[in-house]
């Protein structure tokens, strides 16, 4: 599996590209692997990989963001050890750190020496990481699809619809307590896309951490959207996703005053 790897990133330039490229190859095993084992009846692929994956979203992600649709026969604990086992047989060396605190279940998986061994690290140590997180109260309102993905290898997801991930995004964009400038690039793809959110997932995920129904809907939505973005420091958001850009001349549609002159 390692020489897979070398020959995936044998043509690409620059240390952090080919780390990206790398952690995305780790990233589609795993998915492999909840698919073998029969996992995405229980679970939906949702976040910005699920975007990059399934729609071409031109960024790099860190993380493995699911929710659960189905708890019959599902165990965090019991999911991970699969997950860890498999990738153990493929070749690879890692820890796995859990999280059981609810809602969110979620695990880091370090995995050892292969940035060493790929030469893109001096010291064997330094370990590539992928968090993965399991929503496990996902608010309702979600619907879902399913879809082929043939990179690397063949499987089918599923995965929230694209109504459903933008309300996921917008919940994220501005009730997250913290800046997160990788939601914010998603946010100018679906503007892109013209997309309209499930409004009944939007206003339930905001009535479950906020405590309060906004009652969102296609006629108060624009207004919604230049409120929450006023407030925004668009620094910070260009300062974070950066490094997860593919072309680095997208940094300057992250510009508070484009986005709402777009808007209106």
């Not at 990179?151 to 919940?171: G, N, P, Q």
Request: a positive charge; proline letters at 2%.
């Amino acid at each position: 599996m390692l020489d897979l790897i070398k020959k995936n990133i044998s043509g690409i330039s620059g240390r952090e590209a080919k780390t990206h490229i790398t952690r995305e190859f780790l990233q589609l095993l795993i998915l492999k692997i909840l698919y073998d084992k029969g996992y995405f009846k229980n679970l939906a692929f949702v976040g910005g990989t699920a975007l990059r994956f399934l729609y071409g979203l031109r960024r790099f992600s860190e993380n493995l963001d699911f929710s659960l649709i189905s708890g019959k026969g599902y165990k965090f604990d019991i999911f991970l050890e699969r997950v860890a086992y498999e990738l153990g047989k493929a070749g690879f060396s890692l820890e796995v750190k859990k999280s059981m605190e609810r809602p969110v279940q979620s695990a880091m998986f370090k995995f050892k020496d292969i940035l060493y061994l790929l030469g893109l690290s001096n010291q064997r140590g330094q370990k590539l990481f992928i968090k993965l997180e399991v929503d496990s109260n996902p608010p309702k309102g979600w619907n879902t699809e399913l879809s082929l993905v043939s990179k690397h290898f063949v499987f089918t997801v599923t995965h929230f619809d694209i109504s459903s991930l933008y309300a996921t995004k917008l919940h994220a964009c501005f009730f997250r307590k913290y800046i997160k400038g990788r939601d914010f690039y998603d946010l100018i793809w679906y503007f892109g896309k013209k997309s309209i959110p499930n409004f009944e997932l939007l206003n339930n995920a905001i009535e479950q951490t906020e405590h309060r129904r906004i009652n969102l809907n296609a006629e108060n939505f624009n207004n919604f959207l230049k409120e929450k973005l006023a407030s925004v420091d668009f620094v910070k958001v260009r300062k974070d996703v950066e490094r997860f850009i593919e072309d680095k001349n997208e940094l300057k549609l992250l510009d508070k005053d484009l986005i709402l002159k777009v808007l209106s």
